[in-house]
């Protein structure tokens, strides 16, 4: 059977408060309606249509080529929201999965259970339910004495004993994709909010004694709408919470849980250790036997096997193999350090490549540089990479010294092997092999310290 899916995503969420779109605010790292269109996907979607309206040029550009869209110009309703898909699904034969872009934890493994009870039964629609203590602000799933799903009533639509109904509608549907756009056609939107609701078309199948079905859910994080902020922190922490799960059943070691920030695209490879208080976001990839934390956040960042990070900011960087940074190391974009380095306390590298080997241990700035094997950079040692002006590159040969306190001034290089004194200030290349010094040499005046102390005292007494 084909499937397909309607994802709802065009009303503007006036109850976020916000500038942002309400599918566009991130739910770990990730905008709602991009955990949406993932489940749908996962859960084999053939044609994906997403309904936009508020926003709708940001939430295509964010979607892109995953799915076809249709325009809701005026929100009129979810079931007018999804008639608007009709022009693109209308004439298909299949099951059409309705999801809204604001319940972001429903999980694909759950529409493969509700499409399985949804052709076993020969349903023509299946609703995702969950039991809420408090159900306010949910619709609710009404059940005749058989326990039949009869019809669906909106919140604002509720009589009392209606209101006291725990199970509600979580917004998700697996429904008879041409039934769908028939009973669509007969909503109306006589109701508390003048709205043509998607939900009124239950009531109808069962008019026209078709089977209805409900799947309830056990995890009730699936069931969250994302309305407002409230809701949105409980759905971050719910996400968490499942993500850093499937971590530690995966093998990564979480020393607490509730302290680690784990965006949902993270790969991390077994009997990696994680302290608290860290944060990794985008596309970060970690290899196996690494140590990160505590205080450590990654964005984006690629780092390989037995890596070990503390409390260090590294972001669109390249790890190498065993290598340490930190503590307090910023790896600025275009970092790459490779196998067996150290990147000590207090330095920062941008836009350098520091090969196998080499070491940069303390208060440097190494930026916009080609630092070759085995190189030890000098306490205190930097590239002056800027001139106001332009950004130069230095280039450091492989078993280079580089002293303490050294200032090589771009465009530089510093040839294989090159020994720079401590303290020098290079703005000449150094050849492969040479010894460079570049400071002002020392004269020592003999006893001249007391004789420096008296005068200095002599003037303070006023003599
Ligand atoms: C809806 C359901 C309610 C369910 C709840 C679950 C209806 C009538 N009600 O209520 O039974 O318990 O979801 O979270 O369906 N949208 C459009 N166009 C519109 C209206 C809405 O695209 O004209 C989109 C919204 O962007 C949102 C989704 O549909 O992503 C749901 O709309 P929302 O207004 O949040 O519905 P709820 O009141 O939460
Ligand atoms: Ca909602």
Known sequence: MKIMSIVLAAGQGKRMKS????????????????HVLDTVIQAKSEKTVVVVGHGAEQVQAFIGQQAQFVKQEQQLGTGHAVQQAEGLLGLEEGITIVICGDTPLVQASTIEQMLKLHQESGAVATILTALFENPTGYGRIIRNEAGIVERIVEQKDCSDAE????????????????KLFEALSRVTNDNAQGEFYLTDVIELFRQDQEVVQGYCTSDIAEAIGVNDRVALAEAEQYMRT???????????TIIDPASTYIESDVVIGADTMIYPGTVLRG???????????????LSNCSIH?????????LDHAEVGDESSIGPYAYL???TKVGKHCKVGDFVELKNAILDDGSKVSHLSYVGDAEVGKEVNIGCGAITVNYDGFNKSKTVIGDHAFIGSNVNLV????????????????????????????????????PEYAEKIRARAKAKKDGK
Do not use: W
């Open 19 to 34: 500038k942002q779109y309400k599918v566009l605010h991130p739910v770990c790292g990730k905008p709602m309606v991009g």
């Open 163 to 178: 209101a006291e109904v725990q199970e509600i509608n979580t917004g998700t549907y697996c429904f008879d994709n041409k």
């Open 242 to 252: 499942r993500i850093n799960r499937q971590h530690l059943v995966n093998g990564v």
């Open 283 to 297: 596309k970060t990839t970690i290899g196996e036997d690494c140590i990160l934390g505590p205080q450590t956040d």
């Open 305 to 313: 096997n037995g890596v070990t990070i503390k409390h260090s900011v």
């Open 332 to 334: 600025r974009p275009g």
């Open 410 to 445: 771009a465009p530089v290089n510093v040839g294989q092997g090159a020994y720079v004194v401590a303290g020098s200030t290079i703005t000449r290349d150094v050849p492969a092999g040479d010894l460079a010094i570049a400071r002002q040499r020392q004269e020592n005046k």
